[in-house]
């Protein structure tokens, strides 16, 4: 169950959830049995670590308990176990990858406030056409895009409506069967895009957030924003192109060939927003500005002469240009009356559940190897080098994939990214190809309503039946194992120079 965020999401927990005993009592005596069931041979150290690490499992994929407050655990039992200091422990849960992404949350928030993304949305749609398949690939590729940027949650708030217009003028001009078919490719269409499309930058979703973080302090691979998005949008493009095919010449084909009146009404959608605001126009310099700085400012800092010139400039970094972003939006005001471009009460909106999941699963991660667990574990599989690699990073994405669909997608990847990096080393595999197998596989949750806040919000319009949606997951489940193996051969290696 994705927590994908376009900059970040809210974990999916309320204010009111439910008590559960028995998870807790699982969690607990999973732990308790993991510590007694290692060998004595193992430092004691480890062996309380791996129990932890089980109990958090445990409690982050039930939901036991708030997942943020399962992150909470490392800073009790951490320094209570004497493994490290509270200072140690909780360094990591003000890694500079929490800041990149709180960066890039309040620019998503900034967006939101002046409508920027609607906008977008709605001038991508009219571009496209007025055809169904043209206007299912309209409204995927403006999910797509705004997601890389803007929460999954308020992406799908913005977009679903949109996709629920063009439903209801489809059914009042009475196109009879193909209707149905219509209503779930644009429906699943969205929810979609907005999931393949918050994993081509780093700050599109938590586990890409988490994996730069755990590869970094782990295994020591620093991989710029820009770096990234040489992978992640050539990888989501081809999901977005594929997811697209699937849904409307496969699974949804629909006879209508055009839908009279859907250009008029998506351009009385802009004529009502009127032109361009000071406030939008601002909010996007910024936002491109820092885009900008994500992508070419390492490259330039490169150049000789601008290193002779400007020897300061490297040391920018991206979570440097985020936070400085931010800072501009609550800095530049706004028109007369309404303040900054961003005031601080839209901080309530900020997912801070899922800053502090990053700060548990990293600390947890940095005592796997501080214990020595990590070589431990790695040892232990080292009898199983003998199988084929891609053997078995495919069998490790379709239990992901198969998992994701039911648990919190961040919370998946927080456990298994020591877990699987230290089987990784121990097989002989390049631990970056384990990592990226588990970052896109959390992200493949296509299935279920209760996969993904898109999936959910589009579930929740009442036109798309369950069997619908689980129809065409079957096929993008598929398709992204399909990819994600295709992607190990070709694009990962070539981008971060790594291979089997």
Sequence with gaps: MSNATGAAEQLPYTEAAAFKPVSLVLGLIIGLGVFFLLPESLALNARVVAAIAMLMATWWMTEAIPIPATSLLPLVLFPFFDIASVGATASPYAHSIVFLVLGGVLLGLATQRWN????????TVLTVGTKPA??????????????????NTATAVIMVPIGGSIIALVKSLGNGDDTPKFSAAVLLGIAYA???GSMATLIGQPPMALMRAYMEDTHGLSIGFGHWMLMGVPFSTTMLVLAWFVLNKVVFRAEVEDIRGGRAMIETELKAMGRLSPEEGRVLMVFAGAVFCWVFLPLIARIPAVQAALPWLSNINDTSVAILAAILMFVIPASKGQGALLEWTATRDVPWGVLILFGGGLTLSAQFTATGLSVWIGESVSGMSGLPPILILAFTAIVIILLTELTSNTATAAAFFPIMGAI????GIEPFLM???????????FMLPVATPSNAVAFATGDLPIKNMIRAGIWLNVIGLLVIIVALYTIVPLVFDVSF
């Design 194 to 196: 907005i999931t393949i």
């Design 116 to 123: 920027l993304h609607r906008r977008f949305a709605l001038l």
């Design 435 to 445: 990592t990226i197998v588990v970052t896109f596989a959390v992200s493949c949750a």
């Design 424 to 427: 990784a080393v121990g097989l």
């Design 134 to 151: 043209q206007i299912v690939f309209g409204l995927m590729a403006a999910s797509w895009f705004i997601t890389m940027w803007v929460s």
